[in-house]
């Protein structure tokens, strides 16, 4: 069976939803805008080639030749990224292609591109050096979703996650029939936001009954938001300024008092009572909206983060270990503290860059539209997203069960979406007869050692974290990642593709990448260049 590994809308193109997110999980997103102002080289065969070998693509046929993008033609990338193609409204999610999981990153306050050797089209057919390296049936696709993100085309007419899924399935199948990509073996990967959209669309297309376009095989979604906003930010807030109180650096006083509002907000009592292995049987209480007076009394996560500005005035709500300066980034401004240097172009609006990936020309391409993708037929723009998250209204239950491969997790130094708010989402979830993680899911989460050839494309081996499994359901925790997990630990975003698509038993299978030759545990002569 060949399989099909689709991106759906990574990080900041998910964030196209500031505007139009639900009103449950809106405020997780609402933040930063509100508040914010070794090169080494092996003697052996290299595990990942320096260019992409070209090869003929099974893609390329009489109705696809026109979407054929030139792998040696993409402006500023001066290397060969293989060929691919662009078809249709919203055929990627260009901010983790280029940041996350791509064949060539562009990170923030770099240079230039460079190759990316963690990009996951090593484990599908764009990319094959080695016998053992990418399976030539599997393929990768990033979609740029909903209607209004990016270069997609149309006017946005959706209000809930519903339909959502609906119109996703609906491109999907024109766009398979196009590639020809029917009889495959489908994964959806995303993060952010993509905790509404990944259950939503997985549903859709289990709902399809139809294996020709919709045989879905397993899910992996990063850093989400599942459901209520209050449960995974203000109850969590006050534990995780705790464990990293070295890094936020509060003073006591400050300190003292977000632990009192804590326990008169209930969050102090709820985090324990809740955050429990096994949990306590039955749905969980929900909290009361701390957005729902305006004194916002219980709204600690704004109280934090506004504390946490002060202190450092480049905090970085993704990735709290960041200070000044902002690095600038050529996908442009998203938050109101995002530095773009008088003169910079947003690279995905060059007019040569929009020809050589045929985008439609003169798009006013945004990391985050300022559209109301939920805004329906009449574009209401006092409407939101109207679907509960997944985790609260057995969408993500179903798709659990369904697949017996869902891989849910988070970098423990993302601050907008704390660990342990999408652990306990979790707790409140009953999956294959019973509910929540009956033990924490503490195992030591291994990713392999590896040379290194490429110095400003770098990931870290050993033990990076922790992960548990249960009935179907992976939940792993990273260390040193921040919201955008792929870009802060790429090898570990690796390992984990890898786990999705079967090629290794577990998050702690301690061996080498499986597109690796040779045996890099550590022992082996590792040459400076």
């Not at 290397?79 to 260009?94: A, H, I, Q, Y």
């Not at 805004?375 to 679907?387: E, I, M």
Request: glycine share 10%; net charge negative; with cysteine.
């Amino acid at each position: 069976m060949r399989s099909f590994l689709v991106s759906v809308g990574f990080t900041l193109s998910l964030c196209a939803g500031v505007l139009s997110e639900s009103k449950a999980a809106i405020n997780a997103f609402k933040r930063v805008e509100a508040l914010e102002s070794g090169l080494v080289e092996r003697e052996v065969d290299l595990p990942y080639t320096r260019r992409l070998h070209k090869r003929a693509s099974p893609y390329l046929t009489e109705a696809t030749q026109n979407f054929v993008v030139n792998g040696t033609a993409i402006p500023d990338v001066d290397f060969d990224v293989g060929e691919s193609f662009n078809g249709g409204p919203g055929c990627s999610s260009l901010s983790g292609l280029l940041y996350e999981n791509g064949p060539f990153t562009w990170q923030p306050g770099t240079y230039r591109p460079t190759a990316n050797p963690y990009t996951w089209v090593n484990l599908t057919n764009m990319r094959r050096r080695h016998p053992n390296e990418s399976d030539p049936n599997i393929s990768q696709l990033w979609v740029e979703q909903p209607v209004g993100v990016g270069y997609t085309q149309g006017v946005p007419n959706i209000t809930n996650e519903v339909e959502l899924g609906q119109e996703f399935a609906g491109f999907y199948k024109q766009f398979a029939t196009t590639f020809g990509l029917e009889n495959r073996k489908v994964y959806l990967t995303g993060e952010s936001y993509a905790g509404f959209y990944v259950p939503y669309i997985a549903d859709a297309f289990i709902n399809q009954n139809d294996d020709v376009y919709y045989n879905l095989a397993g899910v992996a979604i990063n850093d989400p938001i599942l459901g209520d906003g209050t449960l995974q930010q203000e109850v969590t807030v006050v534990p995780y300024v705790d464990y990293w109180s070295n890094v936020f650096n509060l003073n006591a006083s400050f300190t003292s008092a977000i632990h009192a509002k804590a326990d008169q907000c209930n969050y102090t009592t709820y985090f324990n009572t809740y955050l429990t292995f096994p949990p306590p049987p039955a749905p969980f209480p929900v909290l009361p909206d701390p957005f729902a007076t305006d004194a916002y009394t219980c709204d600690l996560f704004d109280d934090v983060y506004s504390a946490a500005l002060a202190i450092n005035p480049c905090f970085n709500i993704y990735h709290i270990l960041d200070t000044c300066p902002h690095l600038w980034s050529q996908l442009g401004i998203v938050n109101s503290g995002d530095y773009f240097p008088p003169g910079a172009s947003v690279y995905f609006n060059r007019s040569d860059v929009q020809a050589a990936i045929n985008a439609p020309p003169n798009t006013n391409w945004m990391q985050c539209t300022n559209k109301n993708v939920f805004g329906g037929a009449t574009n209401n723009q006092s409407l939101s997203d109207q679907s509960l998250g997944p985790a609260q209204d057995g969408v993500l239950q179903h798709v659990i069960e369904a697949t017996n491969n869902t891989i849910i997790g988070v970098g423990n130094l993302d601050f907008l979406l704390p660990p342990n708010g999408t652990l306990m989402a979790l707790q409140n979830v009953t999956w294959n007869g019973v509910q929540g993680f009956q033990s924490y899911p503490g195992n030591e989460f291994y990713t392999p050692y590896h040379p290194e050839y490429n110095g400003g494309s770098l990931a870290g081996a050993g033990y990076v974290g922790t992960w548990g499994a249960e009935r179907g359901l992976t939940f792993y925790q990273v260390q040193l990642a921040g919201h955008e997990l792929p870009q802060y630990t790429a090898g570990a975003a690796y390992r984990i593709i890898e786990l999705l698509l079967g090629r290794i038993s577990s998050l702690g299978e301690a061996g080498d990448f499986t597109t690796q030759t040779g045996n890099f545990t550590g022992s082996s002569t590792i040459y400076r260049v």
